[in-house]
């Protein structure tokens, strides 16, 4: 099929943007998958590399799809809406946005408190500590790698219970603790070392969000401090109030 169609006066590389968000809409390109190369692309609407380009870069202009130095171009998948409050659930927020919530253990270990984790938990420096490293995802989306500590004395063989329930709320549970909030979270951004771009199947240099938070029990007292790690394209935070 030639797009040179002087009659209908559209630009080529027009033509190629609306063939290819059409693609989208009707399903035959899914929200993450890889488009075609180039070349490819310029073969199927018998154009040249030069217009393709400029089609993609329209389309990443409109937010439809992403460029990956290196890798290729990807349909872009909705973000996730991500409410922060004072009670904040991951499996809540994924269910309610109709996916399925999977928490995965990464690795348990023990660790000791440095000084700011001390603070944060309300223990003294050097205190037994948990560190649990976990992938959060929605549906098979990998959202966040997350990075928690907890008092090995009020918390002990957490990580064998989070291998089990592979859920915080549902480990917090295991040890009497119904319910919890939020007193503190820090947002910053970052780019995606290594290891959390290949857990989260993200392109080196891609950007992350990195959330400090601290959790607490009823009581007041400090349960988990963590810090997880967000692909920037996949989430968008929602600040409420409570």
């Known amino acids: 099929m030639s797009m040179q169609d002087a009659a209908t006066g559209v630009a080529l590389w027009r033509q190629v943007a609306d063939g290819i968000e059409r693609g989208i809409a009707e399903g035959r390109f899914a929200a993450g998958e890889k488009l075609p190369g180039e070349m490819e692309i310029a073969e199927t ?58 928490g995965q253990l990464i690795e348990a270990s023990d660790d000791v408190a440095t000084r700011e984790l001390a603070r944060e938990l309300g223990l003294k420096t050097g205190a037994p500590l948990v560190r649990i490293e976990a992938l959060r995802l929605a549906d098979r989306t990998p959202i966040c790698v997350s990075t928690s500590w907890l008092s090995a004395e009020r918390f002990p063989d957490a990580g064998q219970v989070f291998a089990s329930v592979r859920s915080m709320t549902k480990l917090v549970a295991h040890y009497g603790i119904r319910d919890y909030r939020r007193s503190s979270t820090r947002i910053t951004a970052a780019i995606a070392d290594a290891s959390d771009a290949a857990r989260l199947d993200l392109a080196l240099g891609r950007p992350v969000l990195v959330v400090d938070s601290t959790d607490v029990d009823p009581d007041g007292k400090p349960i988990v401090t963590k810090r997880s790690r967000f692909a920037a394209e996949r989430v968008e935070f929602i600040v409420e109030s409570d």
């Open 45 to 102: 609407y018998r154009v040249n590399r030069h217009t393709v380009r400029r089609a993609l870069a329209t389309l990443a202009e409109r937010g439809l799809v992403r460029a990956e130095r290196g890798s290729g171009t990807y349909v872009e998948t909705q973000r996730l809406a991500y409410p922060l409050r004072s009670r904040t659930r991951f499996s809540e927020i994924v269910g309610a946005g109709g996916h399925e919530p999977r």
